[in-house]
């Protein structure tokens, strides 16, 4: 049975050549298999996404700092070279892989599928992939995530969504990033959520920064909310584990 994420890559006018067909069909083929480890783990899966420097990294150091201590979070990081993402987010206490794709300008399934098995996944309740800073080649690669997420900076413009509609296409969350420095710049939130809802009438969005803490709690609440769900216990519970 295709699983919804592999249909909402197949969906739109992108015109795929046979070669891009069996790489995208093998790479879904890896993603279900992943799939169904952290659905048997009870793992929640993200996949962060977005343009290079939005603030994936900085992101997800704030929010180890706020859940480090009520959920067991770990992290795969794809970069080009460098361990330098991984590097900052060990230094919050929380376990985190980094996946040097040595120029490939995105992550795939069979990246994460080896990387987990270097990953001591016992007890974790979330596994949060932060992907290749890059708005248009990750969007093709289901990586076997229950919720995709997009940042979308202050700093990039507003027009984004309808520039790289494939990305907001396929995520569930939009995640307005940079908030702290809306005073000065020529970015309007309700143009891009605007654009992005018509892209994808169903993604949720949230405004944040991690430099002045808006939207922090409340994206760190979405996250053990989805938890909760994916495990099928009441938050308290959760917490209290
Ligand atoms: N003003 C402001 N700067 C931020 C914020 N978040 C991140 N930054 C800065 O933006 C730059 C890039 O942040 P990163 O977190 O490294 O971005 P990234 O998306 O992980 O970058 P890549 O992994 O290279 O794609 C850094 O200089 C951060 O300090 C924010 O909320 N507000
Ligand atoms: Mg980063």
Redesign the pocket.
Known sequence: MRMIRTSKNMRGTVQCDNTTMHLLQANDFVADAIRQEVAKRNILLINIV??????????LQETARRLKDKLTIKVLVG?LETER?ADRIRQTGIDALQIVTGGICHLEAQMIWQAMQKLNLEGTDILII?N??NLVCPASFDLGEDYRVT?IATTEGDDKPKKYPRMFLTSEMMLV?????LPYLPFSVEAVVKDAKEVNPDIEHMT?????GQGIDEWCNWLIEKAKEKKGIEQEELLAV
Do not use: C, F, I, M
């Open positions: 977005s343009s290079a420097g939005s603030g994936k990294t900085t992101l970069d993402d932060e290749v800073g940042l990033s940079k908030s702290d420095l944040v920064s991690s430099t002045s």
